[in-house]
């Protein structure tokens, strides 16, 4: 598994390189909430934009995180009672049918 992933980390590796290279010389218009910027390198935009995805997916897994973890107390604390009742029952004393 660790060869696949290795793998696939130099391919990406590669690919943002080879991006890199043959986009150094590229110039691009931005605008930004309604600021125009001319003549600006397009590897320093790609590079801001995989900033602000890598910001906004870290936070979005925070807070998945957090979810999952509130999730996960509900259903411990769902299972200690479970298991309370359990030992509950266990412990009754078996009652005898009276003879009739």
Do not use: C, H
Not at 5 to 23: E, K, M
Not at 36 to 57: E, H, N, T
């Amino acid at each position: 598994m660790w060869i696949l992933r290795t793998l696939v980390i130099i391919i990406l590796i590669t690919l943002i390189v080879g991006f890199a290279i043959y986009n150094s010389d590229e110039r691009i218009s931005v605008n930004l909430y309604g600021k125009q910027y001319f003549d600006v390198p397009m590897i320093f935009m790609a590079f801001w934009a995989l900033v602000v995805g890598m910001l906004i997916s870290f936070a979005l897994g925070i807070v998945y995180y957090f979810k999952m973890y509130s999730e996960l107390r509900n259903q411990r604390k769902g299972n200690k009672k479970l298991l309370e009742e359990i030992t509950a029952l266990r412990n009754l004393p078996l009652e005898e049918e009276e003879e009739k």
